[in-house]
């Protein structure tokens, strides 16, 4: 036990001993000393494998069950007493039902196990962006996790004193059937709930179930924002601007977050900061502008993909003190995974843990990967190479930009310019991408998701747009917003985009219409860079790739509106009027066909 007693708390540990039944009861207390005593107890019990320590020192590899690897949104809930609150896009449940539900899978499902109690704060311990929580699990592979992805242990309970407000996030991994799978998110009691999972973005309830879903909720009541962005700091001659970017999971929101400046603009003296990779909390500064907070204090991110051409500073940050989870094993203790980095070992086992080895494949001759396409590594953040100096500052940074973006193959061009804050929410809620790996479902097709939000908002969608738009008045001084799409194709299916270091002239575009420079053309869906408006030194694209990727056809844009209007239509009256007011505006202006 602690020294320091919160009733309120104990009265829940105790609770939930009675209902779970652990054999014994551990409180974290944030130790190294504790670190390595627990990391050992994982590597007994078979939850993590160590790797060769010489090569990666402090690293561990762990497999989850194949049958969970993903955020389950289907068993992913608000339980709010009235359906309204999470509207369409969520799915609901009564608070009464979801209690009584996870109760039934709870009941004694941690004997035979230590229940770890986790104090964590979401955001620097004390920043005034910051959040307590309390996570009780029977995962110790959970324990090794958060220990990295937040502030954990006593000084969060000296924080939290005698009467603290707290997230009770409760989790336990019960006997990972799908069939006792829920995700739970009581907005109304400030808990979470989430059985049968061990994947990190069902079982880390600092990341998405508290820092978003819950956040989310409260931030609409506290005025502020919780959203699905990076927050990443451009420095040239000695100043530093701050922009933050919500794209949809595995997006390469940490790529861009990590972005080494590429030599035709390193010349000029630039600089990338990073600050956050996945979770922006924003909140308006004394002087009047938007500041923003990274919640979390390590990545989760997407290893397939991830090498020392597209994000040298992650492969750098993963060198040590890092957790694996379902890639390749090689049979000397290294890891490994499709598009990573150096060879692949001789051989090894696989995500599923089954034999594998380079060019193997199945039975109708269709290679086997090794890792699973949404396979993590979990690293503390402070090992960033590019860590911003002030990345832990309680006050925040202030945010010059907001940028939206999707992944789609066509319609959106390289970068636009929302034309003020009400039509940049309609930009931010109107976003589409192609469905990728982060989450079970059909990877490529098409699916609307207003601000990258649509798994994370805790609350009704159309009250969230309101909440947005009602934002943007009360911020003096609001950042610009910007939708960007690295993922525009030819029509011979190549990336017209280099993408990842390139990416900054992009932002150097947006940075400069910030400061009321940068060469635009107005179009129907806002500002494009002018033909010379974008910095391309060094950068041999093809001849005409330049202009496909800054069309805007609005024939293209008119057959969009059909969907946009069904996916707005589902809100009802929770929709806000202005929303309603920008699609019939953008209607108009693309009826006009006024193309630059
Ligand atoms: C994530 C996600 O893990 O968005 O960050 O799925
Ligand atoms: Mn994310």
Redesign the pocket.
């Known amino acids: 036990m602690t020294h320091i007693v919160h009733e309120g708390l104990k009265a829940w540990v105790d609770e939930t001993v009675k209902l779970g039944q652990p054999d014994q009861v551990y409180w974290v207390d944030g130790s190294q000393e504790e670190r390595s005593r627990l990391t050992k107890r994982a590597i007994a019990r078979g939850f993590i494998i160590p790797l060769d320590q010489e090569k990666y020192p402090g690293c561990y590899y762990s497999r989850s069950n194949p049958n969970d690897v993903?955020?389950t949104e289907h068993l992913t809930y608000i339980c709010t007493r009235k359906r309204e609150e999470a509207g369409p896009t969520n799915n609901w449940m009564s608070p009464e039902d979801g209690y009584a539900k996870s109760k039934e899978i709870i009941k004694g499902s941690m004997a035979g196990r230590t229940m770890y109690v986790i104090p964590f704060s979401m955001g620097p311990i004390g920043s005034p962006f910051s959040k307590i929580g309390v996570e009780i699990t029977d995962s110790l592979y959970v324990v090794l996790n958060m220990l990295i992805m937040a502030r954990v242990g006593h000084k969060v309970l000296d924080q939290l004193g005698t009467a603290g407000a707290f997230t009770k996030c409760l989790h336990t991994r019960a006997d990972l059937d799908v069939k006792h799978r829920l995700i739970l998110h009581f907005p109304e009691d400030n808990a979470i709930v989430s059985t049968g999972s061990a994947y990190?973005?069902n079982a880390l309830l600092g990341?998405?179930c508290l820092a978003l879903r819950i956040a989310s909720w409260q931030a609409r009541k506290e005025n502020w924002l919780a959203e699905?962005m990076l927050i990443l700091g451009i420095e040239k001659d000695g100043k530093t601007e701050y922009v933050t970017a919500a794209f949809?999971?595995?997006c390469g929101?940490t790529n861009l977050a990590m972005l080494i400046p590429p030599q035709g603009l390193k010349a000029k003296g630039y600089r990338i900061w990073t600050v956050g990779d996945?979770i922006a909390w924003l909140r308006i500064g004394p002087d009047g502008r938007l500041w923003a907070c990274n919640p979390e204090a390590g990545f989760?991110g997407?290893a397939p993909g991830t090498n020392s051409k597209t994000n040298p500073n992650a492969i750098a940050t993963m060198k040590k003190n890092t957790i694996f989870t379902n890639v390749v094993l090689g049979d000397a203790l290294s890891v490994w995974w499709e598009d990573g980095e150096g060879a692949p070992p001789a051989s090894g086992t696989s995500w599923d843990g089954k034999p594998w080895k380079p060019g193997l494949k199945d039975k109708d001759g269709k290679p086997v990967p090794g890792a699973h396409p949404n396979s993590?590594f979990t690293a503390p953040a402070g090992q960033c190479p590019s860590i911003a100096p002030n990345w832990e500052d309680p006050k925040g940074v202030p945010i010059s930009a907001m940028i939206f973006g999707g992944r789609r193959e066509r319609l959106a061009p390289l970068v636009f310019e929302a034309l003020d804050w009400a039509h940049g929410v309609y930009v931010g809620a109107t976003v589409a991408s192609e469905r990728t790996a982060?989450?079970v479902g059909k990877v490529g097709e098409v699916r609307r998701d207003p601000m990258a939000m649509l798994?994370?908002c805790g609350y009704n969608m159309g009250d969230y747009f309101g909440h947005w738009l009602r934002m943007g008045g009360d911020i003096p001084k609001p950042p610009k917003i910007f939708h960007v799409n690295w993922f525009r194709k030819d029509s011979t299916g190549k990336f017209l985009w280099p993408g990842y270091g390139e990416n900054l002239r992009v932002l150097e575009w947006i940075l400069a219409r910030c400061s009321g420079k940068g060469k635009a053309v107005q179009t129907p869906i806002g500002w494009v860079p002018a033909k010379d408006g974008l910095d391309l030194t060094g950068l041999n694209l093809p001849a005409g790739a330049m202009d496909k990727l800054l069309e805007v056809k609005p024939d293209e844009w008119t057959a969009e509106l059909d969907g946009v209007k069904s996916f707005f239509d589902q809100f009802g009256a929770a929709l806000p009027e202005e929303l309603w007011k920008q699609f019939e505006t953008l209607k108009g202006r693309l009826k006009i066909k006024v193309l630059a």
Request: hydrophobic letters at 35%; charged letters at 30%.
């Open positions: 993903a955020r990190g973005g990341k998405k699905h949809p999971s595995a929101k996945d989760f997407v993590r982060a989450a798994p994370f």
